[in-house]
């Protein structure tokens, strides 16, 4: 649960949220300014005390703002709360035409809430200063930098690192081109910020934004200013993330060091250095000095802080984990009922009291996971009590809950996707718990299905609910123009994305950042206003079914298996599902050392023709996904629902027992055909909504550039590559095959496969899309994956459709080849599968796709594409005609006495979807 490593930042960054409010030039109220921008909040709040605070001007308000702000920053929060509403009523009743001094209050109130884990109130009110700023065409102002701080602080609060880094560095951007005292500081705490985003996953990188500001700072300010506190701290973080712990003391203890010698021993700053030695004495396992440091904290925190506090959640839910690492399970599930009442919000008076809300969704979270995992530990180690397991699947239950209300206030992508780590975090515990739960009650089938049913919860829910969002639009009613105005936005968002991929002037890019920030707000809010304009459109979006077993079997033929798998990495284990038209079994299988080499090795083997290695590895997969199905003769097709790494390798090449000549092998793909598909959920889905199409209606377009390296109008990454010229010959055959079948045939090739005449088809009318071409994947940036079309001489494309426009495509396609290498692949994404060309295809309506997962020459590919669209167009379905294209160059390379792994040429193609 990484949250618990970065959820106190916010405290130490909520210091310079703020500044640079538009005040009046009175020396006095300068300096209280200067000294909020400094983080000394105490000698703000001392001096603006002394001066009268009767609100009879606009000058009066923004100085009872500069207190509040004052008074928060010193734990005043109460007050400053008051105080706030007062200047509003004020405003209100004074001076109600004045909409820059309503914004001004509306972003001392945005920090307000987020001071009090008010994260839904702080984005409303800085949704109202932003609209506010822009009717002033102040939204280059230093106080729309503020406002966008702190919405980003509010999205990142929640986890939703991506939209917050968009509104970082946008503030950033405006605080660079200030020319105000203290731009330094104002700079380098939007550099503290952007810290935040990249702590979890690239600590190096989060390092590199902390030490500039750290330099920063002390250049400013000198070396020990309570500022220069708040980046030792950050570095500290990131040291831990990078596993250097002595680094991370040595700059936690500086922290500590600045803050006693500033703020003194009962200032919450104070309470979180300790709090940060804690967790590095925690991950060295020094559990008596981490301790001694988590009591210091819960000191102070208890005396600056009410029971009822985001922060205290925060520490409980840390010393939660620190009880339960460390074994003392009574302390640890103790502390989460701690963190659990410490969130609760108090209810205002016009509130009901049930039922009960709490500051922050994401903690609360994690307060749950810990508990149902304590819970688990309990029953385990001690008390072996059936109602413990109960329980724990009762927390599990309130987590994923929790899990989806957070995914779906997610915009950004990118956000929804990076919860698939805690995701499996919950279900992992909660698949475990209902395995045990069916080992000792006479219920096990029902218990066994719930597991399945968990294990399915965490696959491919992104995608799931980017194809419910599309479904939804066509059930919902909602005009053919207003859906055009999504799809325009929607490209201009690509092309943005698109341009910002190719090298530019630093000016460019930082228009090019400008515009994209834009766009995506524009989307959010088109979003925002078509869900409240369409109800059914949110009802749709939103109604996402995880299939029951059961649901399963309804649509399995006899013949065919759906095979899932599930990773327990805690315990070291894989569940393995197994659900027939009349069965379902599951499997519990310990995960043997050397499984992991295997996945790589299994690859690696077959482009170096290692026979050996090969044998090995593939035998162990067969072992540990394969065997535990027992007896699956009678199982003609199987269809596997993979996990993680197990994406990348084809299951065809698996063989029962190791061989030592390549001649004597007997893959799986022998006797059975194989597919695969994201999820369970997505299997019933495209099986109930899209019925089997009849070949003589059927349209299909072959696409081949054919030449790259050649061609005329070739930038730098065409000459890269190679020409493909069995691709006009294998385009040729699948057309006279297509053509005997009575089934209409679009050729584009050469200079005519361009990306411009691609996008101008009506792509909606082809049944068969076959692209013979080059595929680029992206593992980094998936969306930037693409595939290529023919040198460019269009001035509105330029020859790379990236998956980020695939998006917007609009198909009805019962089969998307994508002949093509390395296509399958894209990022692993923790509960997602693999991110890229494939996904985007089926989301643009595939129903299913083929792909390659590594690079194979284009004559053995040509030769396999025909095979499978002869055997495909005879009746079979793309499982089968794969499978029997794969046997017939199989036995082809048998019948040259070919002693190599010949599984190389033939296994890389897979079908992915129904």
Same mark, same amino acid.
């Given at each position: ?13 909520? #210091? ?43 000058? $009066? ?20 709360? *008051? ?267 016009? *509130? ?131 859906? #055009? ?50 109800? $059914? ?23 065919? #298996? ?67 199905? #027992? ?151 998936? *969306? ?131």
């Amino acid at each position: 649960m990484r949250a618990r490593t970065t959820i106190f930042l916010k405290t130490l960054i909520l #210091g310079l949220l703020i500044p640079g409010l538009v005040f009046s030039q009175q020396n006095k109220l300068d300096l209280a300014e200067k000294y909020l921008i400094l983080g000394q909040a105490d000698s703000a709040k001392m001096l603006l005390q002394a001066l009268s605070t009767d609100a009879k001007s606009a000058e $009066d308000i923004r100085q009872a703002c500069l207190l509040a702000l004052a008074e928060a920053r010193t734990n005043g929060l109460t007050e400053a709360n *008051e105080r706030i509403k007062a200047a509003e009523n004020a405003q209100q009743q004074l001076l109600s035409n004045n909409t820059l001094l309503r914004a001004e209050i509306m972003t001392v109130a945005s920090e307000l809430e987020l001071l009090q884990g008010n994260t839904e109130r702080a984005i409303e009110n800085c949704a109202e200063a932003e609209s506010h700023l822009s009717q002033l065409k102040l939204d280059r102002s230093l106080l729309a930098a503020n406002v966008l701080t702190n919405k980003g602080l509010a999205y990142w609060s929640t986890g939703a690192v991506e939209q917050a880094l968009e509104y970082f560095n946008q503030a950033l951007r405006i605080r660079q081109e200030q020319s105000v005292t203290w731009r330094e500081v104002l700079v380098a705490s939007s550099q503290n910020n952007l810290g935040l985003v990249y702590l979890a996953d690239e600590p190096m990188k989060a390092l590199g934004y902390y030490e500039t500001a750290l330099a920063a700072y002390q250049n400013a300010l000198g070396e020990f200013h309570p500022l220069c506190a708040i980046a030792h701290t950050n570095i500290a973080l990131a040291n831990l993330q990078a596993k250097d712990s002595k680094a991370a003391i040595a700059n936690s203890q500086k922290a500590l060091d600045i803050r006693l010698r500033t703020l003194g021993n009962k200032h919450p700053n104070t309470g979180f250095s300790y709090i940060s030695l804690a967790q590095i004495y925690q991950q060295e396992n020094d559990y008596s000095a981490a301790e001694a440091n988590y009591l210091r904290a819960q000191n102070i925190y208890k005396s600056v802080y009410p029971t009822q506090h985001p922060e205290m959640t925060n520490l409980y839910n840390s010393m939660a984990g620190f009880e339960f690492k460390r074994g003392n399970i009574k302390n640890a599930l103790k502390h989460t009922y701690s963190a659990e009442k410490a969130n609760e919000r108090p209810s205002e008076p016009e *509130e009901e009291k049930t039922p009960v809300l709490y500051f922050n969704n994401f903690s609360l979270l994690t307060t749950y996971l810990y508990r149902a995992k304590i819970l688990v530990a309990q029953y385990e180690n001690k008390t072996l009590k059936l109602n413990d397991l109960k329980e724990a699947l009762l927390y599990t239950n309130l987590a994923d809950s929790l899990l989806v209300k957070i995914r779906f206030s997610r915009s950004n992508k990118a956000d929804q996707l990076a919860l698939g780590l805690l995701a499996k975090d919950i279900y992992e515990v909660a698949t475990a718990v209902c395995l045990l739960i069916a080992d000792n009650v006479p219920q096990t089938k029902k218990y066994q299905k719930m597991a399945f049913y968990y294990a399915e919860r965490s696959k491919a829910a992104v995608l799931l609910a980017a194809i419910a969002e599309t479904q939804a639009k066509s059930f919902a009613g909602i005009p053919e123009d207003v859906l #055009g105005q999504e799809r325009e936005l929607k490209s201009s968002i690509a092309i943005l994305e698109k341009k910002l991929n190719e090298k530019h002037s630093k000016d460019l890019e930082n228009q090019l950042k400008e515009e994209l920030f834009r766009r995506n707000r524009s989307y959010e809010s088109f979003v925002k206003k078509l869900e409240k304009d369409y109800p $059914d459109y949110y009802d749709l979006k939103y109604n996402i079914q995880t299939v029951s077993a059961e649901e399963v079997q309804a649509i399995l033929p006899p013949g065919k #298996g759906l095979v899932s798998y599930f990773f327990n990495n805690t315990k070291k284990r894989v569940y393995v599902f197994l659900i027939t038209q009349k069965g379902f079994k599951v499997r519990d299988v310990p995960i043997r050392e050397g499984c992991e080499l295997a996945l790589a090795g299994i690859r690696n083997a077959l482009e170096y023709q290692a026979v050996e290695i090969f044998s090995k590895s593939s035998s162990m997969l067969y072992k540990l996904l394969i065997e535990p199905l #027992g007896n699956i003769k009678t199982i003609k097709h199987l269809v596997f629902v993979p996990e993680g790494r197990l994406g990348t390798i084809p299951f065809e090449t698996f063989v029962k027992k190791p061989f030592k000549k390549a001649n004597d092998v007997r893959y799986l793909i022998e006797s059975h055909a194989i597919s695969y598909t994201f999820s369970a959920t997505l299997f019933v889905k495209e099986n109930l909504t899209n019925a089997p199409q009849s070949p003589a209606k059927s349209k299909a377009l072959l696409f081949a550039p054919i030449v790259f390296k050649s061609a005329k109008n070739a930038d730098a990454s065409y000459k890269r590559m190679a020409d493909l010229p069995a691709t006009e010959q294998e385009i040729k055959e699948i057309k006279a095959l297509l053509d005997k079948n009575q089934i209409e045939a679009q050729l584009l090739t050469q200079e005519n496969a361009q990306e411009a005449a691609f996008k101008a088809q009506d792509l909606q009318k082809f049944d068969y899309l076959h692209l013979a071409t080059h595929g680029l994947v992206n593992e980094s940036r998936p *969306e930037l994956s693409q595939v290529f079309m023919a040198a460019n001489t269009s001035p509105h494309e330029d020859g790379h459709l990236y998956a980020a426009e695939i998006y917007n495509l609009k198909l009805q396609a019962r089969l998307v080849s994508l002949s093509a290498c390395q296509t399958g692949l894209g990022k692993i994404a923790q509960g997602e599968g693999i991110i890229g060309l494939t996904r985007a295809f089926l989301y643009a309506g595939a129903q299913r796709v083929l792909v390659s997962l590594w690079s194979v020459a284009d004559e053995s590919t040509a030769r396999l594409m025909i095979a499978f669209y002869g055997y495909l167009l005879s009746g079979n379905n793309e499982a089968e005609a794969l499978q029997k294209a794969k046997i017939d160059m199989l036995n082809f390379y048998r019948s040259k006495g070919s002693e190599g792994l010949d599984a190389f040429y033939w296994s890389p193609f897979i079908v992915v979807g129904r």
